[in-house]
């Protein structure tokens, strides 16, 4: 086996395990991480179908893990001010 061959086997690693995974940020972050690794290997064997469908997968996924973030954030955010604004029991 070669470098690059192990640079596609490890994308097609990530990318069977977010199959496995629930939780959504942790399987953003290893989605975009197989992106990665795709992209690198299309662009060293020059596949151009696997650089456009790695291209268009890597901003989507990157884009949704920022929401996911966001969203998390703001929900902390939300209840934070809550707990300690001395209201309840």
């Known amino acids: 086996m070669t470098w690059i061959e192990s640079i596609g086997f490890c994308g097609s690693v990530l990318a069977v395990w977010t199959y496995w995974m629930r939780e959504m940020v942790p399987l953003r972050i290893v989605a975009v991480l197989g992106c990665v690794c795709f992209l690198t290997y299309g662009a060293l064997i020059r596949s151009y179908p696997i650089i456009a469908m790695e291209a268009t997968l890597l901003p989507i996924n990157a884009y949704r893990l920022l929401q996911l ?21």
Do not use: K, N, W
């Open 69 to 89: 973030l966001r969203d998390r954030r703001f929900a902390q955010a939300a209840v934070a001010p809550a707990g300690r604004s001395g209201i309840g029991p």
